[in-house]
């Protein structure tokens, strides 16, 4: 009976500790982390202690490693003696070879993953959707899920570079038109808790060179919401 009972208290316990999760993920604010630095961009989710990648895709950096593994791998003489091959060998080959039967080759299916489902259904989704949908659509995650983030932190130094000084001070003019009107926003709605904007122009280089970091918190409910407003305008 003690057993039983010990069993069944475990069992209370998990249960409670996954329902504890399970709303906190729901309810509990989680965490998008923009970064920018030594020219590449990075963009990635966390909730508690899990961090799951955004940009770049996981898959297509993966792809890219073995495509230039397999192309060191190659070697160039292999290449070379191929090149060389005489016309008689090949056709000896071609009489050897067992003559197959014409049909449609068996492809192997690629593995679906979540990612791509949800592209797919995306895609299939917008094909009948025109210019005017588009703005509404818009206008849905902006208001639904995008003005209910709350940005903790918002880090950026940059010096603008360029050719001459009338193009470092024009791009150093737009930088800061489209920075600091999301910036007093987000300020003006008591939803920027850390900023440290350093943006100066640099008129002895040509390049502009420059490091930052954003992290937007938000609640996944409202992202239900606006999924569900987005659904029934798609369906």
């Given at each position: 009976?003690?057993?039983?009972?010990?069993i069944l208290t475990?069992?209370g316990?998990?249960?409670g500790?996954?329902?504890l999760?399970i709303l906190?993920?729901?309810?509990?604010?989680?965490?998008?982390v923009a970064?920018?630095?030594?020219?590449?961009?990075k963009i990635?989710?966390?909730?508690?202690f899990?961090k799951y990648t955004?940009?770049?895709?996981p898959?297509k950096?993966?792809?890219?490693q073995?495509?230039?593994?397999?192309?060191?791998?190659?070697?160039p003489?292999?290449e070379?003696n191929?090149?060389?091959?005489?016309?008689?060998?090949?056709?000896?080959?071609?009489?050897?070879k067992?003559?197959?039967?014409?049909?449609?080759?068996?492809?192997?299916k690629?593995k679906?993953?979540?990612?791509?489902?949800a592209?797919k259904?995306?895609?299939?989704a917008?094909?009948?959707?025109?210019l005017?949908?588009?703005?509404t659509?818009?206008?849905?995650?902006?208001t639904?899920?995008?003005?209910?983030?709350?940005?903790?932190k918002?880090i950026?130094h940059?010096?603008?570079?360029g050719e001459?000084?009338m193009?470092v001070a024009?791009?150093y003019?737009?930088?800061?038109?489209?920075?600091?009107?999301?910036?007093?926003a987000?300020?003006a709605?008591?939803?920027?808790?850390?900023?440290d904007?350093q943006?100066t122009?640099?008129?002895?280089?040509?390049?502009?060179?420059?490091?930052g970091?954003?992290e937007?918190s938000?609640?996944?409910?409202?992202a239900?919401?606006?999924?569900?407003e987005?659904?029934e305008k798609?369906?």
């Amino acid at each position: 009976m003690n057993v039983f009972l010990w069993i069944l208290t475990v069992l209370g316990i998990l249960i409670g500790v996954v329902l504890l999760l399970i709303l906190h993920l729901i309810f509990g604010r989680i965490r998008l982390v923009a970064q920018y630095r030594n020219g590449e961009i990075k963009i990635w989710l966390r909730w508690l202690f899990l961090k799951y990648t955004v940009y770049p895709d996981p898959e297509k950096q993966l792809q890219k490693q073995q495509q230039k593994q397999a192309k060191q791998e190659s070697s160039p003489l292999r290449e070379s003696n191929a090149s060389k091959t005489s016309t008689a060998t090949v056709e000896l080959e071609k009489k050897t070879k067992p003559i197959q039967k014409e049909g449609k080759k068996s492809t192997p299916k690629k593995k679906m993953t979540v990612r791509s489902a949800a592209k797919k259904e995306i895609r299939k989704a917008l094909r009948s959707v025109n210019l005017k949908d588009y703005a509404t659509l818009l206008q849905i995650i902006v208001t639904k899920f995008i003005a209910k983030f709350r940005c903790e932190k918002f880090i950026l130094h940059a010096s603008v570079g360029g050719e001459d000084a009338m193009s470092v001070a024009m791009d150093y003019g737009t930088i800061n038109a489209l920075l600091y009107p999301v910036l007093g926003a987000f300020s003006a709605a008591g939803k920027l808790k850390r900023c440290d904007v350093q943006i100066t122009p640099d008129f002895t280089s040509e390049e502009t060179h420059g490091e930052g970091r954003a992290e937007f918190s938000f609640r996944l409910f409202r992202a239900f919401g606006c999924i569900w407003e987005l659904s029934e305008k798609l369906y």
